[in-house]
């Protein structure tokens, strides 16, 4: 019986010796490449804490931006820094997006004047990703003196500011001061008193400025807000909340008879909230007799003709 | 078997044998004997680089920065003013100290013979480390000073060195 063993065996390696050995040789060349591979130590990247590209603000915790993203945004941020530290205004301006432009720095003289004051030394700056949607990317620099060359010498302590890059990869330009975008409303809500037109959005990281046109239909004056009055005259419906007007208790918004006037109004909202923004609610419209309106001892307005509240759609 | 197919299989074993040679041998290190001294001092050098780097990695990022300033101030206890003035950003040196004389004159001045670092806060922006250093006389046994120094490390054992200058 043995024998016969180690005969099949005999036989086995006979037939297979080909693929035993060409099995043996591929087993080798790997250990060889993974001891090479151990030796040499491919894996060099410094070992850090610090991860840019990692978004802050993600509801994906952990996931880094696609590399092709963020060494293009490295590039085209850098490239920002270094012109506006050589007080190359043109080409500064040349990189911003169109919007960004228009609504931020109207002409290159308010881009110089914004450079020479940020930029009166020479600025270094650590990049952060921090949040991102769809096409839209968020940066985050912290901009601060070039500490290696003063080693801080005179400071207690490092003094810094942030700023907010975005970059659109479907768009040319790149956005400066957390400006992400700007678009067209012309959204309305109209009755025998007056129409509000929302006319377009801003959008910046930090909040939402949206124009609107009012028209008074009537003979009398029309109040939407006053100052000191109350802070919830004007409010941003979302999906959750309501959220007030910036500066609530200084609006005095009143529309003479027969006249149209445009306002801007800002809310805080933060790009990265997942509600939406849904209608911007006028919550005390006031139609008086006459302007002033006339008060009793109560704080009642007796001058009035009548009150109601509206609210203005943002999505048609 | 035939003789070629014999061929072919010890040409196989002498290409996996050149191999595992190629890879498992020690770094090159074919310096004659008699090689100058700027050649035998470059290859400790790179040999010790090596080494560090191999303790570096097995290090914290916290603890790799402290090993920078730590070795920095070693040298300028050890006296060795030109390795240390290397280390230093170079608009730093272009502010402060223009030559390594000025750079050797303001060490000895500011700083004991023997120096003990007490650590009183890291701060981290990016790449930039500031760490807010004591720095002790062991032999007096009191704080000599308080100094902050940046650090910006480009790679393992690959850093620059800038300090408050007091």
């Known amino acids: 019986m043995l024998l016969n063993i180690r005969l099949k065996i005999h036989n086995f390696f006979k037939k297979y010796k080909y693929i035993i050995v060409a099995i043996v040789i591929g087993w080798a060349l790997i250990i060889i490449i993974n001891q090479y591979l151990k030796n040499n130590n491919l894996n060099n990247e410094l070992k850090s804490t610090y991860k840019p590209d990692v978004p802050i603000m993600s509801s994906q915790t952990g996931l880094e931006i696609p590399e092709k993203v963020s060494k293009n945004a490295e590039e085209i941020i850098d490239q920002y820094i270094s012109y506006c530290n050589n007080k190359e205004y043109e080409k500064v301006y040349e990189m911003l997006d169109e919007d960004c432009k228009k609504d931020m720095f109207p002409s290159i003289d308010s881009l110089m004047e914004y450079i020479n004051v940020a930029y009166q030394t020479k600025k270094v700056y650590t990049i952060q990703s921090y949040y991102n949607n769809g096409t839209i990317y968020v940066f985050r620099l912290r901009i601060f003196e070039d500490i290696l060359a003063t080693g801080l010498t005179g400071e207690e302590q490092l003094a810094f500011w942030n700023e907010l890059v975005i970059i659109d990869t479907s768009k040319k330009g790149i956005c400066i001061n957390g400006y992400i975008d700007k678009e067209t409303l012309n959204t309305a809500y109209e009755d025998d008193n007056l129409k509000i037109t929302v006319i377009s959005v801003k959008k910046e990281y930090e909040r939402e400025t949206y124009k609107i046109k009012v028209t008074n239909r009537t003979e009398y004056p029309i109040i939407l807000a006053q100052p000191d009055i109350s802070d919830a005259d004007i409010l941003l419906k979302l999906d959750a909340e309501d959220r007030k007007l910036v500066n609530a208790l200084n609006w005095n918004m009143v529309i003479s008879a027969r006249e149209t006037s445009e306002y801007e109004l800002t809310f805080n909202k933060y790009f990265h909230e997942e509600d939406t923004s849904r209608a911007i609610k006028f919550n005390n419209i006031r139609i008086l007799k006459s302007y002033p309106a006339i008060y009793n001892e109560d704080g009642e307005i007796q001058n009035i003709i009548n009150t109601y509240a509206i609210q203005v759609n943002l999505i048609k | ?166």
């Open chain 2, 1 to 166: 078997m035939t003789v070629k197919k014999i061929s072919i299989i010890l040409i196989i074993i002498i290409f996996i044998v050149m191999l595992i040679y190629l890879v498992f041998r020690e770094g090159s290190n074919k310096e004659n004997i008699t090689a100058n001294e700027t050649s035998i001092v470059s290859d400790a050098e790179k040999k010790a680089n090596e080494e560090e780097i191999k303790v570096l990695k097995t290090m914290t990022e916290k603890e790799r920065i402290k090993r920078y300033l730590s070795n920095y101030m070693m040298l300028i206890e050890a006296k060795q003013y030109e390795k240390a003035y290397n280390l230093l950003y170079p608009e730093f040196k272009q502010n402060y100290f223009q030559d390594m004389e000025k750079y050797q004159s303001y060490a000895e001045e500011k700083y004991p013979a023997t120096m003990v670092l007490s650590y009183s806060n890291i701060e981290r922006q990016g790449h930039y480390f500031i760490i807010y250093v004591n720095i002790i006389d062991p032999l007096e046994e009191k704080e000599y000073i308080s100094q902050k120094f940046i650090i910006y490390e480009n790679d393992y054992n690959d850093y620059i060195v800038s300090f408050e200058v007091l």
